[in-house]
């Protein structure tokens, strides 16, 4: 436990972990077949965190696929051995200062299994549920996924028993309900759950944030600083590039948001609650005394009163932020968001030498405590 007087520092501005593989920035390269392998990434490693190579086809259902695709004039990777360049393209990916994934079409389960038993836990397992071309549909794999969400998942839990990190690309607006997925997929084992959110916005984000705590990798146009920081304070933990996954977009938008978390800490903190912030925001809401947003909310996520206010006055005993005896509430946990105005804060801040950007800190942790309550650990999680 800390103590109060020496706040926790990260000097990794964004803190970010996959299954415990360090993330060095919240952008991922998201897969383009026949275009992004391991030589893609290694010109991009310098700005991105992760990278998602693919997709390969692994079965002879989807590789009939992929060649009719190709023969269609669609750029494909058709290895002869998909084990063995899977093998080769791992090695190359495992040198490179990114957390790799592989994007792969697979008709069965069984498929998935036989490439992971081969290729091993070096690389992410990322299950293409998004391409919707006829070929592979009909095949069993790509977007039919979506629309059979148990064999999904079915797909999933079968990599997750193998150890293995699980991804799952998804287009937004394609299966029944988002949300639900995302949750079904988390229950199953996923870690990720990468949306295309093709025209929609963030308000997706949110609701599927708000349904569970599945890392959100937020795909679609992300190449403006200001789109990406609307993911992020919706509940993204990382954006993807595909098409403008050029090294110039990918060099700015890394150094626009890490100049934002040296600067503000947090780098994907939520808006306050009632400004249409996600359930992490709890983390900045006040004791329940008004006719607010925060009542109902405890009400969705099955928490009384009683309840929110031990949880949160537990998880900051012991830190910094448990004092604050002119704040409102008299602790800095009941605190709003260093963006809303607030001298009494700041002047507490001041006082107590902490810096806002240390505040966001422990205000981050404050919302993973909130999170882990709301969404306790799957039964088989051992990941921590
Ligand atoms: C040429 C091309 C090939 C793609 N191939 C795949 C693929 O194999 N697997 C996959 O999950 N997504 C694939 N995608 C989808 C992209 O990863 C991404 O979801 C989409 O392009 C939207 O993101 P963007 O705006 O960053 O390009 C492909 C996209 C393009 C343009
Ligand atoms: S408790 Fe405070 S911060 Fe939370 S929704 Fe209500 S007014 Fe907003
Ligand atoms: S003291 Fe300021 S920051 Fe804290 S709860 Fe009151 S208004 Fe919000």
């Not at 383009?32 to 002879?60: K, L, N, Q, W």
């Not at 699980?166 to 084992?189: C, F, H, I, T």
Request: aromatic share 6%.
């Amino acid at each position: 436990m800390p103590s109060p007087s020496r706040p926790i520092v990260h000097s990794d501005p964004f803190d970010l972990s996959v299954d415990g593989r360090a993330v060095k920035t919240p952008i991922a390269i998201a897969s383009m077949a026949g275009t992004v392998d391991a030589a893609y990434v290694a010109e991009r490693a310098g700005h991105v965190g992760m990278a998602f190579i693919g997709g390969y086809s692994v079965d002879p259902p989807t590789i009939a696929a992929s060649r009719q695709m190709a023969e269609g004039g669609r750029c494909e990777f058709l290895p002869g051995d998909p084990v063995a360049e899977l093998t080769r393209q791992a090695d190359l990916l495992s040198a490179l200062p990114v957390v790799g994934g592989v994007n792969l079409r697979a008709s069965s389960p069984e498929a998935l299994v036989a490439i992971a038993q081969a290729v091993g836990d070096r690389v992410i397992y990322e299950i293409d549920a998004h391409c919707r071309q006829a070929p592979m549909t009909a095949a069993g794999a790509g977007e039919y996924l979506l629309h059979h969400t148990d064999r999904l998942a079915e797909m999933v839990r079968a990599l997750a028993s193998e150890g293995v990190t699980v991804s799952v690309k998804v287009r937004a607006g394609m299966a029944e309900n988002d949300p639900r997925l995302a949750r079904q997929l988390w229950e199953a084992g996923a870690t990720l759950f990468h949306i295309d959110l093709m025209d929609g916005g963030y308000a997706k984000i949110r609701q599927i944030r708000n349904a569970s705590p599945i890392m959100i990798i937020a795909n679609n146009s992300m190449q403006s600083f200001d789109r990406v920081m609307e993911m992020f304070s919706h509940g993204a933990d990382l954006v993807s590039l595909a098409r403008r996954s050029d090294p110039e977009t990918l060099a700015g938008i890394d150094a626009a948001i890490t100049r934002y978390a040296k600067e503000f800490g947090w780098y994907n903190a939520p808006k306050q609650l009632c400004r249409g912030g996600d359930v992490r925001a709890l983390t900045f809401c006040c004791l329940p005394v008004k006719d607010c947003p925060l009542l109902p909310t405890l009400q969705k996520i099955g928490l009384s009163r009683e309840e929110y206010v031990k949880l949160k006055r537990e998880s900051v005993q012991g830190t910094p932020i448990q004092d604050g005896a002119y704040t409102c509430f008299g602790s800095l946990a009941w605190c709003c968001k260093v963006s809303s105005p607030c001298l009494l804060r700041d002047a507490t801040l001041d006082q107590m030498k902490i810096s806002k950007k240390q505040y966001m800190e422990e205000k981050r942790r404050l919302s993973r405590a909130i999170m882990a309550r709301v969404f306790p650990p799957r039964d088989n999680d051992d990941s921590g």
